[in-house]
């Protein structure tokens, strides 16, 4: 037995680069180290391995709080204030909605978060406001609304309502934030001219520094393109390409840089790559840094204010817990990437608008990773890791090149005219669609493991409905909008005469929107054309397995084969295993299907494969025959002589090949009976 002082004097060998590379080419059976590469979205390659030595040509920052605030924009971060609590709240009706916002903060919420395109309800009057904040001590918690296309409706209406309620303007403090180019980037169009928009968030982002210095008057999104399906790089460039449009027309109003970059604030869609989320945060950082530097800004004003949520475009309707178990991962990204606030998206996004039990897990989630897990008493737990590092440099600098390809076409509105933005975004979501519909990209509970036993969700829409009433007094501007607006409402007039106004300035631009979609939807609309099949023909698309031999021969194609089926909503008809092939052939006849496909091993092929397609091809009907798995060129050619209609395989686009199985069998993928 050793004795204490010879442990003492022990320590770990330091294994070499190379003798941990001779030992995985080992393990890879002489192929090179190069087969464990991959590519990313990004188009960044990725190794197995990174060490001291990808770091020696970067200049990586020591400490938290100082430019170009990779690490963190304050030196003790969340040590010193934890990100806000910051869950997204809607209702039908103000009342519904202060009563659920009383509720939420009262258990852990932390900042009164709302977005007027999906509250629930109209805000159009002093009233609407009044009883949406009866009760709430606003000087206690911050705010956040996202207004949209324009702030200056909602802002008017709730800076009365402090007025009334003799607050001081001084002690609220948040963001209530406009974002026109995000808005015209989803819905194609604008009703008020950009012009205008420009001149109302400068005004109200001077009115804001004088009366409100403590709200934040712009927001830049990079939801509508990560929704779109863009990765990471796309994301940051096409979002700091519009604060860069931001700044520019408020300086032509008359506004400095620190004015309007300490009034910003950025949110991101956080997504399911947990490392590239990390290092796209932190990547933020050092972009805006970059970017206020050059306009001249001083070091306060090169302090990012990071929003996140967790991803709308990975959510999926079926099989939804799941979807609590990706907003964890999600949520985590973002924490240590280093958000400012975070909203966690209910399990049930996709489906409903959230109730009191997924608002509840939403927001615990973010209270475990704060309260148990302690992810806010280590500063930047991401910072020094020789991968985390590489990639946060990768990005910004494949980032900054994309933006400054979008400054070269004249800004971001110009090239979304142009479609230059939508044209990049649809090449990423394209490969995106055709990873996922090849399950090379796997989506639990949709295109891999998915659960037929799970009840059909009742899908239900979450918008604010649009006020479509005329009539009433229309504003009328006399020098500031921010002034003008709140006269206006003084006068117990509504948000309907300030949108009249704005409106008569003229419309905008037209684009071709981009595309919003969830990665999942392929998958769902093929499970719902079969849930509608089965309630107008009493059974779901059905297909025949031909199982030969005993279970260990054709088990583990028979499971691909039921888990790729079963990826559409088919119901996959099994057997214990044929012994014989004219018992297989037997009992074929006997399923009374029209869609077979035969599993068993290669060696038990050649011989039953083709007695077993010539036997189902003969008889009336003719049946269709397939083979799981994919075979030598030759044997597929003799396969097909004798019948066989196709080859099934992990190589197979599954969605296509689905689709196809649906048309043959009459089942209607449009909504429309079959």
Known sequence: ?????????????????????EEVEKSLKGKPIEKLHSMTYEQLQLKP??????????????????????????????????????????????????????????????????VLDRLGFSVTSLEDVETM?????LERYSIR???????????????????????????????IGMDPLSALAVNGELSISLSTLYDVMADATKWAKEQMPHIKTIIVHGEPYHNGGANAVQELAFSFAAAVEYIN??????????????RMSFSFAIGADFFMEIAKLRAARAMWSNIVQAFGGNESSQKISLHARTSYFTKTVYDPYVNMLRASAEAFAAIVGGANSLHVSPFDEAIRPADEFSRRIARNTQLILLEEAHIGKVIDPAGGSYYVETLTAQIAEQAWKLFQQIEATGGMTKALQAGVVQAEIEKIAKLREQNVKTRKERIIGTNVYANLAEPKPDIQSVSSPKDESCGGETMERNGNWVDSAIAFVHRRATARGIDAALAMTGSSVAISPIRQWRLSEPFEQ?????????????????????????????????????????????????????????????????????????????ESYPEAVPAIAK????????????????????????????????????????YETLVAFMKEMGVALDGAES
Not at 1 to 15: G, R, Y
Not at 249 to 262: K, N, Q, S
């Open 1 to 21: 037995m050793a004795d204490l002082s010879t442990m003492k004097n022990v320590s770990f060998p330091i294994p070499s680069y190379e003798e941990w590379k």
């Open 49 to 114: 391995i990174y060490t001291s030595q990808d770091l020696q040509s970067l200049e990586l920052e020591q400490y938290p709080g100082f430019p170009s605030y990779v690490r963190g924009t304050e030196p003790n971060e969340y040590i010193g204030k934890p990100w806000a609590v910051s869950q997204e709240l809607f209702a039908s009706s103000p009342k519904e909605w202060n009563e659920i916002v009383k509720h939420d903060l009262a258990r852990g919420q932390t900042e009164i978060h709302l």
């Open 133 to 137: 904040f009866s009760g709430i001590p």
């Open 145 to 175: 609304v996202d207004a949209g296309v324009c702030s200056l409706p909602f802002v008017a209406l709730f800076v009365a309502y402090l007025q009334k309620q003799s607050l001081s303007l001084h002690h609220v403090r948040g963001t």
């Open 249 to 262: 027309e408020c300086l032509t109003r008359g506004l400095t840089v620190d004015e309007v970059a300490e």
């Open 526 to 602: 093929l499970r719902q054309a079969a849930e509608r099949h089965l309630e107008t023909h009493g059974k779901r698309p059905t297909v025949h397995l031909i199982n030969l031999g005993a279970i260990a021969h054709h088990k583990a194609r028979a499971d691909f084969m039921t888990g790729f089926f079963e990826a559409g909503g088919f119901a996959v008809m099994k057997n214990d295993g044929y012994m014989s092939t004219d018992e297989a052939i037997k009992g074929a006849l006997e399923g009374d299907g029209t869609h077979y496909i035969i599993c068993g091993t290669d």
């Open 615 to 654: 036997a189902l091809k003969g008889a009336n009907p003719p049946r269709n025959v397939y083979v799981a798995g994919k075979q030598p060129p030759e044997t597929e050619t003799a396969f097909v002589e004798a019948g066989v209609d196709g080859f099934i395989h992990i190589g197979s686009n599954c």
